[in-house]
T-cell receptor, first 115, second 109 residues
Framework: DSGVTQTPKHLITATGQRVTLRCSPR?????VYWYQQSLDQGLQFLIQ???????AKGNILERFSAQQFPDLHSELNLSSLELGDSALYFC??????????????FGPGTRLTVL | TQLLEQSPQFLSIQEGENLTVYCNSS?????LQWYRQEPGEGPVLLVT?????EVKKLKRLTFQFGDARKDSSLHITAAQPGDTGLYLC?????????FGEGTQLTVNP
């Protein structure tokens, strides 16, 4: 158990819909990262927040958005869903949000299926 | 274009054999991290290597960071079925961790 929690574990929805994925970081961690893992793309970095502020952006689509709240939990919003958005979505957290020895701890993931 | 290339992508071996997984890039990283991921779970950190030429051992696993900090290898001695999983290397630059596509290892009893 990494200490990072993600809900829901599974999500099945239809194309065109909007969903929200939730992540609670490890106690004491200030930074949250979101990743997408699909069979053909591997583990792709989407976005990072540090203490409520966006710090880095990766391959995140405009239909996707995220935020980190004052209590440090984070939400990833996915809208106008397409079949290709079906994937595992992971949240990770770390203490300082960067640096060569900063360790990212991953949650168990949310499996999104778009039908 | 994948920033980090892992090879091989798939590896199926018998219990007791040795194996090496490679992680190569044309970019320099401040550190290289190796993770193992099991089905339905998130990746779990195995080791972080920071210094060029660094070698770290974790029981039967040996990790090496290239002198130029662009590549890394993971060597497993006397593999066991419990070593089965997806091995991911991740290169750290700033706050961003970029992953290779992974090596799916299957160790057959």
């Amino acid at each position: 158990d990494s200490g990072v929690t993600q809900t829901p574990k599974h999500l099945i929805t239809a194309t065109g819909q909007r969903v929200t994925l939730r992540c609670s970081p490890r106690s004491g961690d200030l930074s949250v990262y979101w990743y997408q893992q699909s069979l053909d793309q591997g583990l792709q970095f989407l976005i990072q927040y540090y203490n409520g502020e966006e710090r880095a952006k990766g391959n995140i689509l405009e239909r996707f958005s995220a935020q980190q709240f004052p209590d440090l939990h984070s939400e990833l919003n996915l809208s106008s869903l397409e079949l290709g958005d079906s994937a595992l979505y992971f949240c990770a957290s770390s203490v300082v949000g960067g640096g060569s020895t900063d360790t990212q701890y991953f949650g168990p993931g949310t499996r999104l299926t778009v039908l | 274009t994948q920033l980090l290339e892992q090879s091989p992508q798939f590896l199926s071996i018998q219990e007791g054999e040795n194996l090496t997984v490679y992680c190569n890039s044309s970019s320099v990283f401040s550190s290289l991290q190796w993770y193992r991921q099991e089905p339905g779970e998130g990746p779990v950190l195995l080791v972080t290597v920071v210094t060029g030429g660094e070698v770290k051992k974790l029981k039967r696993l040996t990790f090496q960071f290239g002198d130029a900090r662009k590549d890394s290898s993971l060597h497993i001695t006397a593999a066991q079925p419990g070593d089965t999983g997806l091995y991911l290397c991740g290169g750290m630059r700033g706050s961003r961790l970029t992953f290779g596509e992974g090596t799916q290892l299957t160790v057959n009893p």
